[in-house]
């Protein structure tokens, strides 16, 4: 059978399938595999036991049942969940923003598809545009979204090392280009794969050279705030009429719901939510209908604050702590754990490879993922990427704690 363009590239072997695979067959399968390289969040009990009540009222409510299950909601998405966040957010940040600012997607990689094609590629004018990630290494989810080739471009950052083996990277502004053939700018904060966290001034600077520019400053919120906030340093959160903020139910514990959330310029929300009807006639009900309370009453923000913060902070430390421990005797950074679900080690001068790493640790029952495939848009050859693993910590802490052992005597017995 032969495929069209759009079929084989989205077919062909892409690090994102490759990282769902293993993360389905972890999950579902019968062997003991240290689960090490996904992005799923943690089954935390108290907001578990959140999810199971609201979903029991729900069904002990005939006609709130009826609905969700049996209706469809508009292309943009649930009309209270979208009318309770948009209130949410002008009472926390006082954004100038309403229900027509804010569109739900079929989660936010559909989200992202759809955003990157919509500002980037070919146009009527004969210009082709692309996305500009200002620091790789980037989110492995973004590479094949592009329907066009080289759909990313992407700047080298700035290494900073610490003394207690730990480094950051910095946005080197001075290397950045903005011109007519940038379509958007698409930054992920907190960042995966790394828990890098810009600072406020990067943001600020970034969306001021956006403006200048007249081309959106994309920020992918999945992790940060108001929810689930999983930022462990300071940090601001920033929108205006050339941002666009995309958002997420994933990381408070519901990924299986596929719910994102873009807050954007009307003009840009219409066409996303143009995009749904076309796509997928309405969205997921589930996901809007189990937080509808939080978000109303606010309750959100101090789930995310006093429960869903402190419990991956609370891991983070453990597994950097045990990582540094484990690892003594050879040389190795770990990114500063800021947020997100991940530990970033750089091995340099790794004998092998990640490569070569991962496929080791595979073999011993450990899923990680290969450094390499984080530099989206990036077209040298940097020794870098082939220098770095992403560690998931968010997984039960025997978990964790066995993986890093594994991946620390695997390290010790590369570089023998």
């Known amino acids: 059978m032969q495929f069209s363009k759009f079929a084989k590239r989205f077919t062909e072997h892409s690090g994102i399938s490759q990282l769902m695979e293993d993360l389905g067959d972890a999950m579902a399968g019968d062997q003991d595999v240290l689960m090490l390289g996904g992005g799923n969040p943690a089954h935390i009990p ?14 002990d ?3 709130e049942f009826a609905h969700i299950i049996g209706d469809y909601d508009p292309p943009k998405g649930d009309k209270r969940f979208i009318k309770a966040l948009a209130t949410l957010i002008r009472k926390e940040y006082g954004w100038d923003i309403g229900p027509e600012n804010i569109v739900l997607t079929a989660g936010s990689q559909a989200g992202f598809f ?11 004018n004969g210009v082709r545009k692309q996305i500009l990630l200002p620091m790789a290494p980037e989110y492995i989810g973004y590479t094949e979204l592009g329907l066009t080739e080289d759909h990313f471009t992407a700047n080298k950052p700035v290494i900073e090392t610490f003394d207690d083996n730990t480094f950051k990277y910095r946005l080197a502004f001075d290397k950045l280009k903005i011109d007519k053939g940038t379509g958007a700018i698409c930054i992920s904060r907190p960042s995966n794969p790394t828990g890098n966290v810009l600072t406020d001034d990067e943001v600020e600077r970034l969306s001021a050279l956006a403006k200048e520019n007249d081309v959106p400053l994309i920020i992918d919120n999945a992790y940060g705030m108001p929810f689930p906030n999983i930022i462990f340093t300071e940090a601001g959160l920033f929108w205006d009429k050339n941002i666009i903020l995309c958002m997420s139910l994933s990381k408070l514990g519901l990924p299986g719901m596929r719910t994102g959330i873009i807050i954007a310029d009307e003009e840009i929300v219409d066409a996303i939510g143009q995009f749904n009807g076309i796509m997928n006639l309405a ?3 589930f996901g809007p209908a189990l ?3 939080l978000v109303s009453s606010g309750e959100i923000i101090r789930l995310s604050n006093t429960v869903i913060k402190p419990y991956y902070q609370g891991k983070a430390e453990r597994a950097m702590s045990l990582l540094k421990q484990e690892l003594n005797g050879v040389e190795f950074y770990i990114h500063k754990a800021e947020g997100a679900l991940f530990l970033w080690l750089w091995l340099p001068g790794l ?3 990640s490569e070569a790493l991962y496929e080791r640790l595979k073999q011993r029952g450990v899923l990680v993922l290969s450094g390499h495939y984080f530099f989206p848009g990036l077209k ?9 693993l992403r560690i998931t910590y968010s997984m039960h802490d025997d978990v964790v704690n066995a993986g890093i052992r594994i991946i620390a005597e695997e390290v010790k017995a590369a570089f023998k």
């Open 61 to 63: 409510r005939p006609a």
């Open 283 to 285: 969205l997921n009900s």
């Open 291 to 293: 937080v509808l309370d």
């Open 46 to 59: 108290e907001m578990l036991a959140f999810f199971q009540d609201r979903m029991q009222r729900i069904i």
């Open 114 to 124: 759809l955003l990157f094609n919509t500002l980037a590629g070919d146009f009527d």
């Open 380 to 388: 040298e050859d940097w020794q870098h990427r082939h220098e770095c």
């Open 351 to 353: 004998p092998i490879g």
